[in-house]
């Protein structure tokens, strides 16, 4: 009885090593994605014997959702996702590749999975895209009477300091931030300082979780409104000078 179940414990895993000996898919295991770069996922076939081997069916997929596939005469399947990426297949090399990649599409606990069916067998390995830390935009928020700062398309999360000068006031305490989970997994991190507004800028930063890394920055001032209406005004004058020039290009005519 014992050596039976022992012959059968030694044979399992000597098939299924055959098995995988013969025909393998190889991705990355873990690939960075540049904020707002784009990213390719790639996966290989390799086969004790390539020759022979014959692709049945190769696909990527995620959650088990299928993202795409291709068939033995190498037309691709895509399916509809919100966000935009496209697959490639060429010689038994099947890439998945974004565009731009969401927080979403994202993280350790969503893994890639790259599937292969062949006439020499199937396998299956998985490739984790992790994006990294990301601020699309910081803006000084100009209408209330205390200085306050919006960041958005933030990933992951982050710290609102705020500096006057080079000196820290605060890194929580005399500030109200509001977080919100935006489409796709952005956070939306607004920071209203609890003091008035000042003719010395306040800088108001954000801090990665992460890295604990400074990633945006924006001064907060009261002459931040008048620098925006002297933008204004300059326009107005190239507005007024394209005027006069039009005038005198008119007078020309009709003096001609
Ligand atoms: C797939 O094969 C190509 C060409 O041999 C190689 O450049 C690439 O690094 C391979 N990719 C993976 C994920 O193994
Ligand atoms: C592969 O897919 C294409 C498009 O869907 C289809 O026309 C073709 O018959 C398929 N080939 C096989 C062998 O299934
Ligand atoms: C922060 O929120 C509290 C409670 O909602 C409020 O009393 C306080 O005035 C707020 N401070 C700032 C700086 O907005
Ligand atoms: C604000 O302060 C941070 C931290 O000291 C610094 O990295 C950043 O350059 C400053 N930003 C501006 C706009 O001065």
Redesign the pocket.
């Known amino acids: 009885m014992g050596f039976k179940a022992l012959i059968t414990l030694w044979l399992v895993p000597a098939l299924t090593l055959t098995k995988q000996e013969m025909v393998a898919v190889n991705v990355s295991p873990h690939i960075t994605a540049e904020c707002g770069k784009p990213v390719i996922l790639r996966c290989n076939v390799t086969s004790k014997s390539p020759d022979e081997l014959e692709v049945k069916i190769m696909e990527w997929s995620q959650n088990k959702m299928l993202l795409c596939s291709v068939n033995s005469s190498g037309e691709i399947t895509t399916q509809n996702k919100l966000s935009p990426f496209r697959c490639e297949y060429k010689d038994q090399q099947l890439s998945l590749i974004f565009q731009n990649v969401q927080p979403m599409e994202s993280g350790r606990a969503n893994p890639y999975m790259c599937k292969l069916k062949s006439n020499q067998g199937a396998a299956h390995a998985y490739s984790r895209l992790e994006l990294e830390e990301c601020c699309g935009t910081v803006e000084p928020i100009l209408t209330s009477r205390e200085p306050g700062c919006t960041f958005t398309h933030v990933h992951p999360d982050g710290d609102v300091?705020w500096?006057l000068g080079?000196r820290l006031i605060s890194d929580g305490s005399l500030q109200n931030v509001s977080k919100r989970v935006e489409d796709g997994g952005w956070l939306t991190i607004s920071s209203y300082l609890d003091r008035p507004r000042s003719d010395v800028p306040y800088?108001c930063?954000l801090k990665s979780t992460t890295s604990d890394r400074?990633i945006a920055?924006?001064?907060v001032t009261r002459k931040a409104l008048f620098k925006n209406l002297r933008g204004d005004a300059s326009s107005l004058t190239v507005t007024s000078l394209k005027m006069i020039l039009y005038i005198s290009v008119s007078l020309i005519v009709t003096v001609k």
């Open positions: 300091h500096f080079s800088n930063s400074y920055s924006t001064l």
